[in-house]
């Protein structure tokens, strides 16, 4: 697998068509952060960690409105890729659907939201959207 954060993504994206409940993820720590700040934000309900094997996996669940059962997020978007990756500073950083999403970045103090970003002045690779 060349790009594992697009395969990340793309599981929760197959997941949340099929209407699963729960999908399960290969672990690593970069997507351990991702999955904490997705539970953060309110996008998934819940999250474990499961340390079998050599690698472990994430499971998640995911997260429906009661009434229309149409899912917290309505799209992901994987933006730096290993071929082309994108760079931003503090100043240039993006606003997702005007604000109403978030930019997942990897800074030198770790991964964050765009608007964390924006408040410790620092910038770094913007790894996908989410709204």
């Not at 408040?119 to 709204?131: A, F, P, T």
């Amino acid at each position: 697998m060349t790009d594992p954060i697009a395969d990340y993504l793309t599981r929760l994206r197959n997941a949340i068509m099929a209407k699963h409940r729960v999908v399960e993820i290969p672990a690593s720590n970069l997507k351990k952060e991702m999955t904490k700040i997705l539970f953060e934000k309110g996008y998934i309900l819940n999250y474990k960690f499961e340390e079998e094997g050599p690698q472990g996996t994430i499971k998640v669940a995911l997260k429906y409105d009661v009434v229309s059962k149409k899912n917290a997020i309505k799209a992901l978007k994987r933006v730096s890729k290993p071929g082309l990756r994108k760079y931003v500073g503090y100043k240039d950083m993006p606003r997702v659907l005007n604000g109403l999403g978030i930019a997942i970045l990897s800074t030198s103090r770790g991964v964050m939201t765009n608007k964390e970003a924006v408040d410790l002045k620092i910038g770094g690779e913007v790894l996908c959207y989410v709204y």
